[in-house]
């Protein structure tokens, strides 16, 4: 009785488009979407925390780097997850950087 309970809570495993999608890389424009919502904020033209621009393709193309180990390896960005960025738009990142960081 308690396995049957135990299997029907269980999650369901991701399902194959699911996974397929995780492994594609994510395209320049994902990637600025979720910038453009999370961290723009903070890193702009007239707000330029630690000097770091992502307003625009050519700063966030420069930033890529910074961008890919704060927000999606060290989680520490957004700070204290101030704009409430998800494990998701934090993969779009990390697929992104990973292809090679394709600009727009």
């Known amino acids: 009785m308690l396995v049957g309970l135990a299997i029907w809570l269980a999650p369901a495993p991701p399902s194959a488009a699911a996974q397929a999608a995780a492994s594609q890389p ?8 979720v910038v453009d919502q999370r961290c723009v904020l ?6 330029q925390q ?11 193309k420069k930033h890529a780097q910074n961008v890919y180990q704060q927000a999606a390896v060290l989680k520490l960005m957004p700070m204290n997850n ?3 960025i998800t494990d ?3 993969l779009v990142i990390k697929r992104w950087y990973e ?3 394709p600009g727009p």
Do not use: I, P, W, Y
């Not at 994510?26 to 979407?33: G, L, P, T």
């Not at 630690?50 to 966030?60: G, R, T, Y």
């Open 88 to 90: 998701a738009e934090r």
């Open 82 to 84: 101030a704009t409430q």
């Open 26 to 33: 994510a395209s320049f424009a994902q990637v600025q979407a």
């Open 99 to 101: 292809a090679g960081a």
């Open 42 to 47: 903070c890193h702009n033209a007239q707000v």
């Open 50 to 60: 630690k000097n770091v621009m992502l307003h625009d393709a050519e700063n966030l």
